[in-house]
């Protein structure tokens, strides 16, 4: 098993990564000193895959322990099932002494880790990701939170967990879709992270696809420990941290536009594909590089198709985005992989320029 160490000065904590590891929960609860008195949040999907391994968490329990099973997706990503948690939490008298404990994908963990946040003035949490996406990024971090209205992720809280286990094994379940969400961020990381992870990235994505558990933890290692590296140097996104939001802003508008029949990785390919673009267009890259570059986004070509979107619209949407100051639309752009630039502003027709460049590619 590999530890990746969240290095913060106040709330640090581990990140263990490695294959069959769930049945090491206890232990490590128990060698990191955390409360024995669990409640278990699992995502229905994965209670159906792994109910036999789940329930084995709960008998060997020494301790106070109950689960709640409960279906997500985003619409449910909401206060309705928060203030199912935080009734059976109290149905089943628990308080401030309670280690809460996320099963499930990014939607599970970010719900759970701001009820974690909140209930009884916050309790301790851990997270096990079980998506490819909640694997390298959103497990990590501490950003916690539930959508509002049409908005994503507004209220919400930054909330380190005790720790994160990552057991690669859950990836086996996952179909090809909700791969390609994870896949997304995974791409994002090689732009953001070095040459050598980058070149690693496109060699390997074929056996990402094909869920092959070596290259699976090279990439989860790989993502953890950068994206642990940056929240060290920026916990609250006042600087530094924005540059997880590679892709992110285009990505944005293209869901929106597309009504969502984008998923939000295929988004993210789609969105790093305009950045790059931006940057030639704004003269941070070559021509050249920027061909080199589009090599990796090239790969999902026939993963990704997309029809027409209205660019006015597209430009609104990333104009309403939570990120922006003043209504002016902040790009996160690149030099080089690993050289990332933040706060970048653009004219209408550079932004135009990018959108279609962007979506050229997938056409
Ligand atoms: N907190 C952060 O820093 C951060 C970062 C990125 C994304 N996010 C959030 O993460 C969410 C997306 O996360 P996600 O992609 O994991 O989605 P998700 O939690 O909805 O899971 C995707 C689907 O996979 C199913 N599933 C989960 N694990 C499975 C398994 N092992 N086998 C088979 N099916 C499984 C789920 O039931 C669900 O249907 C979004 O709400 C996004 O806002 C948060």
């Given amino acids: 098993m590999d530890k990746i160490n969240i290095n913060l000065p106040q709330n640090g904590y581990d990140v263990f990564v490695g294959n069959k590891i769930l049945k090491q929960l206890h232990k490590k609860i128990k060698t990191s000193n955390l409360h024995s008195n669990l409640f278990v949040v699992v995502d229905s999907n994965v209670y159906k895959l792994y109910s036999s391994d789940i329930d084995g968490i709960i008998t060997s329990h020494k301790g106070k322990i109950n689960i709640l099973i409960i279906e997500v997706n985003e619409k449910l990503k909401s206060f309705n099932t928060m203030q199912k948690i935080y009734k059976s939490l109290l149905e089943n008298d628990y308080s401030r002494d309670t280690l809460l404990i996320a099963i499930g994908g990014g939607i599970i963990g970010d719900i759970c880790g701001f009820v974690a946040a909140t209930f009884s003035r916050g309790i301790q949490y851990i997270q096990v990701p079980t998506t490819l996406l909640s694997t390298v990024d959103s497990s990590v971090g501490g950003k916690t939170g539930i959508n509002f209205g049409n908005t994503k992720n507004i209220i919400g809280a930054f909330n380190q967990p005790n720790f994160v286990l990552i057991d690669i094994d859950f990836i086996q379940t996952l ?189």
């Fill in 175 to 363: 179909n090809t879709e909700e791969l390609l969400s994870g896949l997304g961020e995974v791409v994002k990381y090689a732009f953001l992270t070095n040459k050598d992870f980058y070149k690693y990235v496109v060699k390997n994505i074929s056996k990402v696809f094909e869920k092959n558990p070596r290259v699976l933890k090279r990439i989860i290692n790989e993502s953890v420990k950068f994206k642990g590296d940056v929240v060290v140097s920026d916990e609250k996104e006042t600087g530094n941290r924005k540059i997880l939001n590679l892709g992110h802003t285009f990505a944005h508008a293209f869901e929106v536009e597309t009504k969502y029949k984008l998923k939000h990785g295929q988004a993210v390919i789609v969105g790093i594909a305009s950045a790059l673009f931006l940057s030639f267009k704004l003269g941070y890259i070559t021509e050249a590089k920027l061909l080199k570059l589009l090599e990796l986004i090239y790969l999902f070509k026939n993963e990704i198709s997309f029809g027409i979107i209205n660019k006015e619209n597209a430009i609104s949407v990333m104009q309403r985005d939570k990120k922006n100051r003043d209504g002016k639309i902040k790009f996160v752009l690149l030099k080089d992989i690993g050289n990332i630039i933040i706060d970048v502003e653009a004219s209408r027709n550079e932004i135009i320029y990018a959108l279609e460049k962007g979506i050229g590619v997938f056409k």
